[in-house]
């Protein structure tokens, strides 16, 4: 690991095209392999991991800035925008941690290599690919006749995808 920006690779896809289950088995088996990895999921609704009525809940409510929240397991810090806009994808990038990659679901629009999740249950159908020349790569749960030059995976394929991921971004060998 070095201290200089850190490999990056997204997931994007329409709302329930599987990215979230994607980038949860990507996440499990890159740390299988021994890779230190952490993610950035963005929302693009009001969203809360604080519970009503818990100190940080109050501590935010009462206007604060930042509340940090540690145990002997792990920190969390929310930050609260307070009409601010939201921060930009690098800025959100260079907060975390060095590590050996970062998963990115969602940011769709992010000039970052990425794999377009698809399902036939998602709540659009209409192909990213086209439109991004930054989709390297389409998993689906269903076959794909517009896939172009672009590599295709089934969606449930977590080791052959992991396997390109870590070719497009060379991870370099594991460090299992």
Known sequence: MTNSRPKIFGI??????GKTGLAVRLVTEFTQRGYRIST???AHHDFDIDKVGADSFRHREAGAHEVTIVSGTRYAIMH??????????????ARLAPCDLVLIEGYKREPIPK???RRLEAAKREPL??????IVAIAADHSVEDAGSLAVFDLNDTVSIADFIAKMVDLGKSPK
């Open 115 to 117: 794999i377009e999740a």
């Open 80 to 93: 609260e925008l307070r009409g601010e806009p939201e921060p930009s994808f690098e800025e959100i990038l």
């Open 12 to 17: 994007a896809g329409w709302k329930n095209s």
């Open 129 to 134: 690919s086209p439109q991004d020349p930054h």
């Open 40 to 42: 950035i999921k963005h």
